[in-house]
Nanobody
Framework: QVQLVESGGGLVEPGGSLRLSCIAS????????MRWYRQAPGKERELVAH????????NYADSVKGRFTISRDNAKNTVYLQMNNLKPEDTAVYYC???????WGQGTQVTVSS
């Protein structure tokens, strides 16, 4: 079955950086576009970044454009989210997901606070 395991979250001060990873299994990773979403307390889950199946196309939410970078390594079945210049409003649980597949991972908590 589809499994997605996110990691790399933590507590960081404003202006800091984190790199999230998501290891996928149970499907042909290289055939699927991947996305990162986040959900802050009391808010709906929102799309943060998208990457095509071979990594040639990326898209970002306006709120993270220029600060976050999505990438993937199809040989390792892994998608990454490099987050720089973090802000308190980036605090959320971050999830990865394969486009067109319904499964979600457990997420990884990112907290930006001084």
């Amino acid at each position: 079955q589809v499994q997605l395991v996110e990691s790399g979250g933590g507590l960081v001060e404003p202006g800091g950086s984190l790199r999230l990873s998501c290891i996928a299994s149970g499907f042909t990773f290289s055939s699927y576009a991947m996305r990162w979403y986040r959900q802050a307390p009391g808010k709906e889950r929102e799309l943060v970044a998208h990457i095509s199946s071979v990594g040639g196309t990326t898209n970002y939410a306006d709120s993270v454009k220029g600060r976050f970078t999505i990438s993937r390594d199809n040989a390792k079945n892994t998608v990454y989210l490099q987050m720089n210049n973090l802000k308190p409003e980036d605090t959320a649980v971050y999830y990865c997901k394969a486009v067109r597949l319904g499964s979600w991972g457990q997420g990884t908590q990112v907290t930006v606070s001084s």
